[in-house]
Structures are given as C-alpha cells and as structure tokens.
C-alpha cells in the first residue's frame, strides 16, 4: 500500500526516464545540522570522530532525533478520528497488519523523476 506512490508505475518511470537530459543527481535531503536550532527544545546533532588506538578511529552520533530533519512518514502516522488510517483501515489488531509504513515504499522506492526550476535564471529573465 503506498497511497499516492502507487501512482509512480513502471510506465510512468520509463516515461519519464526518456526526459533525463543531463544526469545530474541532486540531493532533496537536509544536512544532518538543520533545522537549526533543532526543533521541539532537542539539542544539537553531534558527529564526534576519536581515536581508538594509533591506528584506528571511531565515530559516534550524539543527539541524532532521526524525525528531526528531512524524512518520511508513513501512512500510518497520523490517525483521522473519523475515517481511521489510509484507505479506512483501523489500529485493531485482529484486522492484521496495515502494511502501511515506510517500509513500503523502502521495498518498492519512490523515485521516478525530478524537476529542477531556476527560479532566479527565470526572474532574471522575465523581469
């Protein structure tokens, strides 16, 4: 179950493949240090690099909140009162799973195409 995503059908990315001119790639994330400062009173994300031995290194991640920054939600998170989840599914469990978080769109992906505006090259131009 992917909701809109079930739109994004093999055809559809085949057609829009034909369109690639440049095959530049462009990353719609967020670095990991935005929205900064963080929201909801969180403290500040924290990527710590150290020394195990003379000839090794390690990382930590201090402070990461995965929902602080660029992401996903699923169709599962956020129940109508009235109509339950996604397509009138409900949270009991004897319907059996809903199949509807992200992992669903991990197991199918969801890219088909980007669309890449110069707004600026465009005011420039049309005044």
Do not use: K
Request: with cysteine.
């Amino acid at each position: 179950v992917l909701g809109s995503m079930n739109h994004v059908t093999p055809e559809r990315v085949a057609a829009a493949a034909s369109l690639v001119r440049s095959g530049v790639r462009v990353s719609l994330d967020l670095p990991l240090n935005l929205p900064n400062p963080p929201l909801f009173g969180r403290q500040a994300y924290e990527h710590v690099v150290f020394p195990l031995n003379r000839n090794e290194m390690d990382d930590r991640l201090n402070n990461f909140h995965p929902q602080g920054s660029t992401q996903w939600d699923a169709l599962n998170h956020v129940r109508c009162r009235e109509h339950g989840y996604w397509g009138g599914r409900t949270q009991d469990p004897t319907d059996g799973p809903m199949g509807l978080g992200i992992d669903q769109f991990a197991d199918h992906g969801i890219a088909g195409r980007g669309v890449l505006i110069d707004i600026a090259g465009w005011f420039e131009r049309t005044g």
